[in-house]
């Protein structure tokens, strides 16, 4: 199962006074936990898969439900996938050759390719969600097209569990902004954290 990492203390910068480094190192950085919280409410279990065949042989969902996860994500992928401004930013955080071209409404823009879906629980007999999934390079997460991420892998005692913010799967779909460098930047990366590692979907 994977774990949240713990909180990194930050380091002082060399020069600083015995002030100002000390109140740098009484500084934390969030969890992955609280990150998630903070932007996409409290987490909920979802399932995520790579494909039909791997989401039927857990035997917890139907052929047709699984058949159904993967399709909403590949229609909904051009709406909702994360896009951007320039190729080489996609590159940047999903991988040389995993970003493609796309238009819609007469933008030009680059979007990662589709890695997976996911299957939610709706509260109160509400049914099933399915999204799309996109990974990340540079921390080998999953993440849904509004940048909320899946932790807790493994959530349950199977591997195919894990958590992400609940308004990730109930919030309705939208489409994405295309983000520029600049905007990458000022929200520390695609889904607005800091760097960390972990298994696949975290």
Do not use: H
Request: glycine share 16%; charged share 20%.
């Amino acid at each position: 199962m994977d774990t949240l990492p713990r909180r990194r203390m930050r380091s002082a910068a060399a020069g600083l006074s015995a002030v100002g480094a000390a109140a740098m190192l009484s500084g934390c950085d969030p969890s992955p936990e609280e990150l998630s919280r903070k932007q996409f409410g409290p987490p909920t279990e979802v399932a995520a898969f790579s494909s039909v065949a791997e989401c039927v042989a857990t035997r917890d969902y139907t052929q047709q439900q699984c058949e159904a996860g993967q399709r909403a994500a590949a229609n909904d992928d051009n709406r909702t996938a994360p896009r951007f401004a320039d190729k080489s930013v996609c590159e940047d955080q999903f991988g040389s050759g995993s970003c493609q071209p796309r238009t819609d409404g007469g933008q030009s823009f680059f979007s990662p390719l589709l890695t997976g879906f996911l299957i939610g629980q709706l509260a109160n007999g509400g049914g099933y969600r399915y999204g799309g999934l996109y990974r990340d390079r540079r921390d080998d997460r999953s993440y849904t097209g509004s940048g909320a991420w899946l932790y807790n892998g493994g959530y349950g005692g199977r591997n195919y569990r894990y958590q992400v913010g609940s308004s990730a799967i109930t919030a309705p779909v939208t489409t994405s902004r295309i983000q520029t460098r600049s905007s990458v930047v000022s929200r520390g990366g695609f889904g607005g954290r800091s760097s960390t590692r972990g298994g696949w979907g975290g």
